[in-house]
């Protein structure tokens, strides 16, 4: 059965850290592409950081760069969003989305838009950020 399943998210105070994982059931996360997303309250979604199926260098937006690193293990087949020095910005719901295998984008940041349609998405996790 094809399934994105988050977990990770929580309550933390600014500064923490949390990490989210995006266990995936159905097909490998090696050769797919995978986005995390982020949906503050009464906002509209964003990506905020991508890889794609040939793993190149992943795409992060500029107010979590340098704080969130992605990454895939293989093994578990699952995909990590690891989030430090969060702030009550950070606060919302955290989507995880994937294409089947082998889809190629020209590049990383196209799969961190919305106007990419992703062929599956997760139930989401939320993150609450306390000042």
């Known amino acids: 059965q094809l399934q994105l399943v988050e977990s990770g998210g929580g309550l933390v105070q600014a500064g923490g850290s949390l990490r989210l994982a995006c266990k995936v059931s159905?097909?490998?996360?090696?050769?797919?592409?995978i986005g995390w997303f982020h949906q503050a309250p009464g906002k509209e979604r964003e990506g905020v950081s991508c890889?794609?199926?040939?793993?190149?260098?992943?795409y992060y937006l500029n107010s979590v760069n340098g704080r969130f690193t992605i990454s895939k293990d293989n093994a578990k087949n699952t995909v990590y969003l690891e989030m430090n020095s969060l702030k009550p910005d950070d606060t919302g719901v955290y989507y995880c989305?994937?294409?089947?295998?082998?889809?190629?984008?020209?590049?990383?940041?196209?799969?961190?838009?919305?106007?990419?349609?992703?062929?599956?998405w997760g139930q989401g996790t939320q993150v609450t950020v306390s000042s």
């Open positions: 989305a994937a294409d089947a295998p082998f889809k190629i984008v020209s590049t990383v940041q196209a799969l961190c838009t919305l106007k990419y349609e992703y062929d599956y």
């Open positions: 159905g097909f490998t996360v090696d050769h797919a592409n």
């Open positions: 890889i794609d199926s040939r793993n190149r260098r992943p």
